[in-house]
């Protein structure tokens, strides 16, 4: 797979300017759709061959739907890689959407393209897919969807315990992935949503569990177990979480220098994480104001552990204070600093910065509309775009 180059995606010379089967409050059937209707009713294939050939990213997009009509899904799985994002309608619901993700989600068959029986890939192709995404970075927006791919297929909540669910997840795997591909692997445990485990509790105890197993285990590199550490503290949503990986680190016969380096870790966590569970806990503007104290503490943090929790926090306080707004961003700068030369796991953190940061200012066309959308001045965005590698805008 070769990675397109990100660039904002225009109108299309077809006049398709949204990706999607039913858009808006009048629920209406954009152009898009209708030339998807129309082309895969007359299987006209001469149409779908230049759309194929198109450089425009709604085109693209458009012989992505397409392509499982003609028996093309090999076209859809070279599209994985391509970062150019369109606008993607779902009735009232809009947002920018990389190629890559619509492209996945064709093979997912979670989309609103139709894929007939006979161009459906079969599960053992799916999860291997799934598996070759997770090793590469250059795909890390379709990480999340691959995780839960791979726990749906696997039927991995199907495990009792950590161990069972690591073995089928793994299969071997580790032995030949090298110690950011096994750290991506194992942290990577999700499952489809349902509505009685809304908020993803499931799929948070057993990501856990399979990393209590890993850190336990002699045939799991040093490299690869420090990228565990990293990513538990780092993620953990509860207090608990934490406090359960820690008690399977220290059953664990971990190398004296990485013991050592859970432990402070640890620390760092038992400091942070009870103040970031309070702030998270923040329901009301009200209760937003109380904790002021708090959120400017927040703000001082200098361990690298704290960015996607500093990055996506917002709320009423920030919105009325210009100084918050200041403070936040400085240490948002300073935590993208902390995260660089870090390790395998911070080089990975850094790339989910980037992306957040891309979803939250696509929409907007001017500098200065981007620094807007996530609470930036225009010469801290300018900053921390520099700082994360992003070009243009």
Not at 134 to 152: F, M, T
Not at 235 to 249: C, I, L, P, S, Y
Not at 300 to 317: C, K, N
């Amino acid at each position: 797979m070769v990675a397109t180059p990100a660039v904002h995606a225009g109108k299309s010379g077809g006049g398709y300017d949204v990706v999607g089967r039913v858009v808006g409050e009048g629920a209406e059937t954009p152009p898009f759709w209708r030339e998807y209707e129309r082309v895969s009713a007359a299987r006209d294939r001469a149409r779908y061959d230049a759309l194929k050939r198109s450089v425009d990213p709604y085109d693209r997009a458009l012989a992505i739907y397409l392509a499982p009509r003609f028996g093309d899904m090999a076209f859809v799985e070279a599209a994985l890689p391509d970062t150019r994002r369109v606008e993607h309608g779902q009735g009232c619901a809009s947002g920018h959407e990389p190629i890559g993700k619509l492209a996945y989600d064709v093979i997912r068959e979670r989309s609103e393209a139709e894929v007939p029986a006979n161009a459906r890939l079969d599960t053992q192709r799916r999860i291997a897919l799934a598996r070759t995404i997770l090793r590469q970075p250059a795909l890390s927006y379709l990480h999340g969807d691959a995780g839960v791919e791979l726990g749906d297929l696997l039927s991995l909540d199907r495990n009792g315990e950590g161990c069972g669910a690591f073995e089928k997840l793994t299969a071997g795997q580790f032995r030949v992935l090298d110690a950011a591909q096994v750290g991506r692997l194992l942290t990577s445990v999700d499952l489809p949503w349902r509505q009685e485990d809304y908020r993803g509790d499931g799929a948070r105890l057993l990501r856990g569990y399979v990393m209590a197993c890993a850190i336990t285990r002699p045939d799991i590199a040093d490299e690869a177990k420090r990228y565990l550490i990293d990513f538990a503290y780092a993620r953990a949503r509860e207090v608990d979480d934490g406090r359960r990986f820690h008690a399977a680190a220290v059953r664990a016969s971990l190398a004296p220098a990485l013991a050592a380096y859970e432990r402070e870790q640890y620390a760092t966590f038992q400091k942070w994480k009870p103040l970031v569970a309070e702030l998270e806990a923040i329901k009301t503007a009200r209760e937003m104001h109380e904790h002021v104290a708090g959120i400017r503490r927040l703000f001082t943090a200098d361990h690298p552990m704290l960015l996607s929790v500093v990055l996506e926090f917002g709320g009423s306080e920030l919105h009325d204070s210009a100084a918050l707004r200041k403070s936040r961003a400085e240490a948002v700068l300073r935590l993208i600093r902390a995260c660089r030369n870090r390790g395998l796991y911070y080089a990975d953190a850094l790339a989910q910065a980037r992306l957040r940061v891309l979803e939250r200012t696509e929409s907007r066309r001017d500098a200065a509309g981007r620094a807007e959308a996530i609470g930036f001045s225009p010469g801290d965005y300018e900053e921390m775009k520099r700082l994360l590698g992003l070009e243009g805008g």
